[in-house]
């Protein structure tokens, strides 16, 4: 019985053997210990992972904005054709450039008081030569519209660092000065002009930096800082200087041409003197042989050997 009361050892005498056991305690350290470690470890690293899944649902792209969006600034607009419809208009009149040829040149120029003068800026017109609609080239501040019986109504659109766009040859005005318009917006209708009679109904446009008139062509689809950066503008100024050369010469050239004239007349005059000279002479030689003639007959007829 005793035996069999020895073999049966209880739970507790097992774990009081254990214990008593040199390296129990240093094990058991050891296991809590990277028990602890192995615990710490694994939350820091599924804290990393769940940061990299993190998103805030505020900025969620699919969300619509109620707040308005930011204008987009006038040096970033594009010069636009001023009519509502490119493609149905044609150019009648192109801008005076010094930078095309001779031929281009002739064909920029608008006659009118018998005097040749260069278009600074273009002529549109409409296929059939109907009305069309007027609108702003850019968004800007309507400066002046004034009536003028020879380049027709006029509308000055300023769009800051010395840049305006000009409408002329303009009726039925829809805009007043100090207007602010987008570009776009209706100005007037096209009309007519005692300076380019040949155009019709038409509309005169130009682009002008500080007071320099630039070819409209070359700026279309093209920002307003595009051409406020541009340093070769400047081709009006020399247009005007050479138009200013060209009718100084032909000034010249009808004076000189006046003087000819007078020179001509003056060797008329001379040569009719001269004549009038020769026929004196001649007259007065024909009546002293008519007097020497009738001297001989009479002294003839006295002589009564004769």
Do not use: C
Not at 66 to 77: C, H, L, N, R, T
Not at 98 to 117: I, R
Not at 185 to 198: I, M, R, V
Not at 231 to 241: F, M, R
């Amino acid at each position: 019985m005793r035996e069999e009361e020895n073999k049966r050892t209880s739970p507790d005498s097992k774990v009081k053997r254990f214990f008593k056991k040199r390296w129990a305690f240093p094990a058991v350290y050891i296991a809590s210990a990277a028990i602890i470690l192995s615990g710490v470890l694994w939350y820091q690293n599924s804290a990393s992972d769940s940061d990299d899944f993190k998103y805030d649902a505020t900025n969620n792209p699919t969300k619509q904005i109620d707040d308005p969006g930011m204008p987009v600034s006038k040096e970033f607009e594009n010069f636009t054709w001023p009519v509502a419809d490119p493609e149905a208009v044609e150019t009648q009149k192109q801008f005076y450039d010094n930078a095309v040829s001779q031929e281009e040149q002739v064909d920029a120029l608008v006659f009118y008081d018998n005097m040749y003068q260069p278009n600074t800026g273009i002529d549109l017109k409409m296929k059939d030569n109907s009305e069309f609609d007027v609108v702003a080239s850019l968004s800007g501040t309507v400066t002046n519209v004034t009536t003028d019986s020879v380049l027709g109504n006029t509308i000055v659109l300023d769009h800051g660092d010395g840049i305006k766009t000009v409408y002329q040859s303009v009726k039925d005005i829809q805009v007043e000065k100090g207007d602010q318009v987008e570009k776009g917006d209706p100005l007037a209708t096209s009309g007519q002009s005692q300076f380019n009679k040949e155009a019709g109904v038409h509309v005169h446009f130009e682009i002008r930096k500080n007071d320099v008139a630039v070819n409209p062509v070359d700026y279309f689809d093209k920002s307003l800082s595009a051409l406020q950066s541009d340093e070769t503008v400047g081709a009006s100024a020399e247009t005007e200087e050479n138009a200013t050369i060209d009718e100084n010469s032909t000034e010249s050239n009808k004076e000189d041409s006046a003087v000819e004239e007078n020179s001509t007349e003056s060797n008329k005059e001379d040569s009719s003197v001269e004549k009038k000279s020769t026929d004196s002479k001649e007259s007065t030689t024909d009546e002293s042989t008519d007097k020497e003639e009738t001297n001989t007959e009479s002294s003839l007829s006295s002589d009564p050997n004769a």
